[in-house]
């Protein structure tokens, strides 16, 4: 008994030096940095120990609309991009023919570089003195005024920058979405059926228990996910999110560290530290209305 | 309620869609369902039997035929307007649900005049849960309960609706055999209790046989055989039905009809005539409690060698080669315990055969060629008359 335990721990023995040296150990130094006050980086000293870096940053005019973002982000694409997927997987799945073929193409974005994609969506969007970008052209051909989407006012950037990260996860959800509704016995359906269900009833009643467990999977990973957003605003806006306006929290511990700015491990420990908390309470929180919702299919 | 099914097609496209050709699961079958019976159909996996099933529920819509319930065609009618309950092998419980949710669905379906309040639809559920005896577990999730009650649930929610039809689609298989046979003769209760017209799917000869009025003997989409189990049993039409059913299954050996005898190998083993009068080789299907242990004085005797005694409680089976029967298959005769210990484990074995037992088939397609047994019918009898044709 006593051997085979220790057999155990000499297997888990890579992954727990691995996870400790790259995971456990950077959290901790992560969270004495994020106290240490006045802290050079050059010199590596530090005067004081206290709260002063998360007054600072909680104060930061950058650091707000950081979280603005990216909570707007968050709140905006999550949902969105889920009930979009769950649509087009639901279209998928009746269409069985098509099916392996919308696999591919639904799949492409996820296999492309998000940076590819930022460019992509740049030139449509963006406004030059030479042309409007293709999107303004599709506008102004239906009688509208051409807008600015990526120099220009808050709200359209907000949009660019929604919709870029809906596209960008979509092809993840509809793909795990597609397989959870493969997965549903097709005896349910066909015992509904003789039973006389509708369609509706068969989605709420029978379709949406069953893949559940799938759909609050991709929601808490879509929050994290979301929380986390930072390469998606580069590709689209640069490297200069601050000026944009567009940072997210992620952004914003980057700029504190290399950015132009930048040189201010303690207050990017503290940034990090905030979102660590916003992200566990939202998991946390996500979770217990799962236990809840989520129904045993097994 | 009677269903008939007049020459009904069922082709499928391939699965694999690089081959062109159909798949025909059901093949012009016509066969009638009286009222308040309990019908089996019966075949090995493959043959068709779910298909046929989904045809009458209404599932798979007929390639060609029609489908009528008590003279009422109901070929194109979706299988909600049939009246139509079904269970399926995996019983396909919502596992979310309770025991009363599950049994219940069917009946928040009903739209209309046929709305029910939830008084009423609990009064059902209770009703027809106290049916199956399940009225203890009406809380609980499918999970928490065992497969065999999780069948009854199945049945409880096929039956909540008062349908005309009652569908079963293998519903023992995911049992254990203890649980099978007793739930089998549940549902044959359930049966006789509520009257309904049933339809029960099974490969299994021995479930079918025991719990049905009629069989229906399936192979390759095609129709074999349809009868009372019994008659079937007793007089099946061609070597596959012969083959099909009994357990140790029907002894098939390669024989002849010479000079008004039944040959098998070098062993003269029944006097008969064909209707024809021709000789011609033959399949000889023997049951095996058709093979009697021969007395020493025995003129017609099929010899084998004992190779092991199987005991199985009250009857024995002699395994037993014979030089006629191909490699690898075995000569099976069911006898009495004190009998089989008067053979011993080893040494030569020599069998009388009961006519009653005994079929025979063509050799080219199978089909039964019947025969008239020459022999007297009384054992004393059948010592002078062969004596008399020896001479
Ligand atoms: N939807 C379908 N598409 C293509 N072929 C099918 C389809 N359904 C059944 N078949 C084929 O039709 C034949 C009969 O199938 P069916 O399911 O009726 O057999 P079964 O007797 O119920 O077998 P089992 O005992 O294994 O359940 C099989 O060859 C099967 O492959
Ligand atoms: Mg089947």
């Given at each position: 008994m006593l051997k085979n335990n220790n057999k155990a721990w000499l297997y888990l023995l890579p992954a727990i030096v691995f996870l400790g040296v790259f995971m456990v150990y950077p959290l901790f130094d992560v969270l004495i940095y994020s106290f240490e006050?006045?802290?050079?980086?050059?010199?590596?000293?530090?005067?004081g120990i206290g709260f002063y870096n998360y007054s600072y940053v909680l104060r930061d005019p950058y650091f707000l609309q950081a979280v603005k973002n990216t909570f707007i982000l968050v709140i905006i694409t999550v949902p969105l991009s889920t009930g979009i997927a769950l649509l087009i997987a639901l279209a998928l799945n009746s269409i069985k023919r098509l099916k392996d073929l919308f696999h591919t193409v639904f799949f492409l974005p996820y296999v492309t570089n998000t940076l590819a994609v930022g460019l992509v969506f740049m030139i449509m969007f963006k406004k030059t003195p030479y042309s409007d970008g293709f999107i303004n052209v599709l506008i102004k051909a239906f009688g509208g005024n051409a807008v600015d989407?990526?120099?220009?006012p808050y709200w359209a950037k907000m949009f660019v920058m929604c919709l870029y990260t809906i596209w960008i996860v979509m092809p993840f959800k509809i793909l795990i979405l597609t397989s959870a509704l493969a997965s549903v016995d097709d005896t349910y359906y066909k015992a509904a059926k003789i039973d006389g269900t509708g369609r509706l009833r068969m989605f709420t009643k029978i379709t949406l228990p069953m893949i559940s467990p799938m759909l609050f999977y991709l929601v808490i990973t879509g929050f994290i996910g979301a929380f986390k957003a930072y390469s998606d605003e580069v590709a689209i806006?640069?490297?200069?999110l601050n000026s944009a306006g567009m940072n997210t929290i992620v952004g914003y511990v980057y700029d504190m560290l290399?950015?132009?700015?930048?040189?201010?491990p303690s207050y990017a420990s503290a940034a990090a530290l905030i979102l660590f908390v916003i992200v566990f309470t939202i998991t946390v929180i996500n979770l217990m209305i799962s236990r809840k919702a989520v129904v045993e299919t097994r | 309620m009677k269903i008939e099914l007049k020459h009904v097609t069922k082709k499928f496209p391939?699965?694999?869609?690089?081959?062109h050709e159909f798949v025909v699961?059901?093949?012009?079958m016509t066969v009638e369902i009286p009222d308040g019976s309990l019908v089996s159909i019966l075949?090995?996996?493959?043959?068709g039997k779910s298909t046929a099933l989904n045809l009458i529920s209404g599932l798979e819509a007929p390639t060609e035929g029609w489908i009528f319930f008590d003279g009422e065609?109901?070929?194109?009618?979706p299988p909600e307007k049939r009246g139509i309950g079904m269970v399926f092998q995996s019983y396909?419980?919502?596992?979310?649900?309770t025991v009363m949710k599950n049994i219940m669905f069917p009946l928040e379906n009903l739209k209309g005049d046929k709305k029910l309040t939830r008084a009423e639809m609990k009064k059902k559920v209770e009703e027809v849960a106290r049916i199956v005896q399940i009225d203890e577990l009406?809380?609980?999730?499918?999970?928490?309960?065992?497969g065999g009650q999780q069948q009854r649930v199945a049945i409880a929610r096929a039956l909540v609706k008062r349908p005309r039809v009652l569908l079963l689609d293998e519903?023992?298989?995911?049992?254990d055999a203890r649980l099978r046979i007793q739930t089998r003769e549940e549902i044959r209760r359930i049966q006789k209790e509520t009257g309904i017209t049933t339809v029960f799917v099974t490969h299994d000869q021995e479930e079918a046989m025991s719990i049905s009025d009629i069989i229906i003997v399936m192979k390759q989409g095609v129709v074999y055989q349809t009868g009372r189990p019994q008659d079937v049993y007793d007089s099946p039409a061609n070597l596959f039905v012969a083959k099909f059913l009994g357990t140790p299954p029907i002894n098939v050996l390669g024989g002849e009809v010479k000079d008004g005898n039944l040959y098998v190998g070098h062993d003269k083993v029944l006097p008969v005539r064909l209707k024809d009068n021709a000789d011609r080789r033959v399949f000889v299907g023997i049951r095996p409690e058709g093979l009697i242990l021969a007395g020493?004085?025995?003129?017609y005797v099929l010899h084998g060698k004992v190779k092991s005694i199987q005991v199985m409680g009250r009857d024995n089976t002699i395994v037993a080669n014979h030089h006629a029967m191909s490699e690898g298959t075995d000569l099976r005769a069911i006898v009495s315990a004190s009998d089989a210990r008067s053979v011993g484990d080893s040494g030569n074995v020599s069998f009388k055969l009961d006519p009653a037992k005994v079929f025979l088939f063509d050799r080219e397609d199978e089909t039964r060629v019947e025969f008239e047994?020459?022999?007297?019918?009384?054992e004393a009898d059948e010592q002078s008359e062969e004596e008399h044709v020896e001479e």
């Open positions: 006050e006045g802290y050079n980086f050059t010199s590596q000293t530090y005067h989407f990526i120099d220009g806006f640069g490297t200069d290399y950015g132009n700015s930048g040189g201010y | 391939n699965r694999d869609r690089k081959i699961a059901v093949s012009d075949g090995p996996s493959g043959c065609d109901v070929t194109d009618l396909a419980l919502y596992p979310h649900l009406l809380f609980r999730k499918p999970k928490q309960m065992s519903p023992l298989s995911n049992l020493d004085d025995d003129q047994y020459t022999g007297s019918v009384n």
